[in-house]
């Protein structure tokens, strides 16, 4: 008996020591990660001054130590507090992971950069995201795509839905269209053997102010507008709603040229019911109610903020 609880704690002492040993090594990987980032984005000030060449140099080094660190499991549960220059998101199901980064480049471009892991059963696979729109010229909205050709974004908030029987994550993010305008848009997350897959015809977007919305499923939704503005694009956790500020030009003559558009002080939204994620407009009004407000506060649903 006494053998037998010496033989006991022995193989947990051997096997606490191999998981902080493990522990270790995630944390001095992160210190590394986290150095090469404050490196990347040295600053003298006002701005950041590496050149384009160090920044790629970084951003590939950058890449390479996280290949290595996640696909340790036990980086999936790491918080990684120190790395401020990253936006992590973890899914509501704690399942999938984000990991994505950009450069600004002295033309204005920027490149994107990210890592995906998703826990499949007792599995942990991680894919690597390759920014491939600079060779996306149109059509953005109604193409699918996979980590292998990337429509880079930088994304904060994963939101958790099934589509058919089958999970998928909307992930909000945003992007740079150079010194031109800014983008911030919903992209459908699913996995598929072994790719990550991006865009699914899960959206009913009916326009009355853009019929060809109507004619073709979208992907994705992209909302460009002035670089010079702010809008928000955001889940919503008492409605259920993903909220997103109405855009419109700054005056009728600029109709249809993104870069002049912005928040026009309404909101509209897009909320699943069980089969699509349903565009609903003119949810709510900054200055006053609107009728359809009315009507559902007749009901006993009030949806002001």
Known sequence: MHKIILLSLSLFLISFSASAQKQNWVENK??????MFEELFLSDGTKFIQSDSTKL???YEISEQFKELLVNKESFNYSFDSLKRIGIRMSQDKKVKTYTWSIKLENGEHIYYGFIQQKDGNK?????????SRKMKSDIEYLAFDHKHWYGANYYKIVDFKYRGKKMYALLGMRSNKYISKIKLIE???FSGKKAKFGHRVFKYDRKDDPDKIKRKQYRILME???????TLNYDERYKMIVFDHL????PKLKNI????GPDGSYDAFAFDGFKWKYIPDKWA????????DKLKNKGIDYTF
Request: glycine share 4%; charged share 25%; proline share 2%.
């Open 124 to 132: 942990l696979k991680v894919y690597q995201l390759k920014d491939d």
């Open 286 to 293: 900054v200055n006053g109610r609107n009728k359809k407000q």
């Open 258 to 261: 993104r870069r002049f558009y």
């Open 30 to 35: 992160v210190i590394t990660i986290h150095g």
């Open 225 to 231: 507008y002035d670089q010079k503005v702010s809008t």
């Open 188 to 190: 459908i997350l699913s």
């Open 248 to 251: 419109a030009p700054e005056s």
């Open 57 to 59: 140099s970084l951003s």
